[in-house]
């Protein structure tokens, strides 16, 4: 009896300690590793698998240019699908941007005209004075022959003048430094083809002088005015080059065109074009590896990503980017790089961090090439047209 009271006690204990382990057991299998009752609302309405994720980016169409919402745009896309795209950037309009940056502009070249109206304004203009006026002049890397021909004018004004008030100064120093800096030339970045192609600019200078900043940023100002973008990634270097475009691209919308690092730039450059005249855009900007202009290996191949480029179409623009902070040692860079790919425009950067503003005076006279940009600061749209006149009264104050 106590034996079959014994049995029935260790039954139901094993029967309860059974039970116990399934509903137990029942109660953890309901958690496969992503539980089906929490969703996870990050996850793509398409629920990839696990395995199927590596090759979803693959499989996926890759964004196109038309898909940008440009602004103004007559497309406004109504329903909120959630996929975490990047949110594209509306840059700021390229209207006046220099003077909102001229502060920047002031605050580093205030001293060459504050210090050039001090200077006039001395009773008397002898000799010394003269020779302390062409000496600020050279200090802001005017350049020997601009700076002459600037002083001689001057001393010419000012005789003729007799009696001078601060005010008649001043205009006349803003009227000599705005005639040297050559206001009648075309400064229009050119970025239509006359033909059914795209626009080409191909971006080029020494190391880190800004030329993937200025593409990036000139991209920007590109799809504020409403025009389609493809970038080329011709700096093959460093891998962290295409990555570097592609993120100002990704901001605007602009699609990248890269290959592998170490790769032929020209024929990235090629396949940029190629791509802007498939996908009808209506600019493709190609940036380039820095390269000293003393090696010749790498000026060779700037020339051939040119011609391999013009396979397509001609370039309508190849904008030399110096930095302005490096003074007269761009003048020997700007001569070389002129020589192998035709410079057509000057995009001076770093004005913002130096003193030396008159080498826009002396780049535009050393190649006959206007400066077309500026670059004022590491913003996005710290980028400017150059607009003579604004650049003088940031000189010399209105
Ligand atoms: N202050 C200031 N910094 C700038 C300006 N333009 C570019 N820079 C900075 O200069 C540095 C170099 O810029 P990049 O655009 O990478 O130069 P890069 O010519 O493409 O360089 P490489 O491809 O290595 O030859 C970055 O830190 C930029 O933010 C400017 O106008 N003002
Ligand atoms: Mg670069």
């Known amino acids: 009896m106590e034996i079959v009271i014994l049995a029935v006690v260790i039954a139901v204990v094993v029967i309860g300690a059974l039970g116990g382990l399934v509903v137990g057991s029942r109660r953890k299998k309901p958690l ?61 309009p390229t209207a006046g941007r220099l003077v909102r940056l001229r502060a920047r502009l002031s605050r580093s070249q205030n001293a060459l005209g504050k210090g050039l109206l001090t200077l006039l304004s001395r009773e008397h203009l002898d000799e010394d004075t003269w020779e302390e006026i062409e000496d600020t002049l050279l200090t802001a890397d005017v350049g020997v022959q601009p700076t002459q021909e600037l002083v001689e004018r001057l001393r010419e004004r000012v005789r003729v003048l007799g009696t001078r008030t601060p005010q008649e100064l001043r205009t006349l120093l803003r009227e000599e430094l705005l005639t040297i800096l050559v206001p009648e030339f075309d400064r229009t970045v050119k970025t239509d083809s006359n033909l059914d192609t795209p626009g080409i600019v191909m971006v080029v200078g020494v190391n880190g002088t800004g030329k993937t900043t200025t593409t990036g940023k000139l991209a920007r100002v590109l799809v504020a005015d409403g ?172």
């Open 227 to 398: 025009r389609s973008v493809v970038l080329g990634a011709a700096d093959t270097f460093r891998a962290a080059a295409a990555d570097q475009l592609q993120t100002w691209g990704e901001r605007v919308g602009a699609r990248t065109v890269r290959g592998p690092e170490g790769g032929d730039p020209a024929s990235i450059a090629f396949d940029a074009v190629k791509e802007g005249i498939e996908a009808g855009a209506d600019v493709v900007l190609i940036d380039t590896a820095g390269r000293l202009h003393t090696k010749t290996g790498l000026m060779d191949e700037l020339g051939k990503v040119k011609r391999v480029v013009e396979k397509h179409a001609p370039l309508d623009e190849v904008l030399l980017v110096l930095d302005a902070t490096t003074g007269q040692n761009g003048l020997v860079q700007a001569r070389v790089f002129a020589e192998v790919v035709d410079i057509s425009g000057i995009v001076l950067t770093k004005l913002d961090g130096t003193a030396k503003g008159g080498i826009v005076i002396a780049v535009q006279r050393e190649l006959g090439v206007p400066v077309k940009l500026i670059g004022l600061g590491e913003g996005a749209d710290d980028l400017a047209p150059f607009e003579p006149e604004a650049f003088v009264d940031a000189l010399i104050g209105d």
């Open 32 to 92: 496969p590793p992503a539980p089906p009752t929490t969703p996870d609302i990050t996850a793509p309405p398409a629920e990839p698998h696990v395995g199927d994720e590596a090759e979803t980016p693959r499989e996926e169409p890759r964004r196109t240019i038309e898909e940008v919402d440009l602004p103004g745009g007559a497309t406004v896309v109504e329903e909120a699908p959630a996929p975490p795209a990047p949110a594209i950037e509306v840059p700021e």
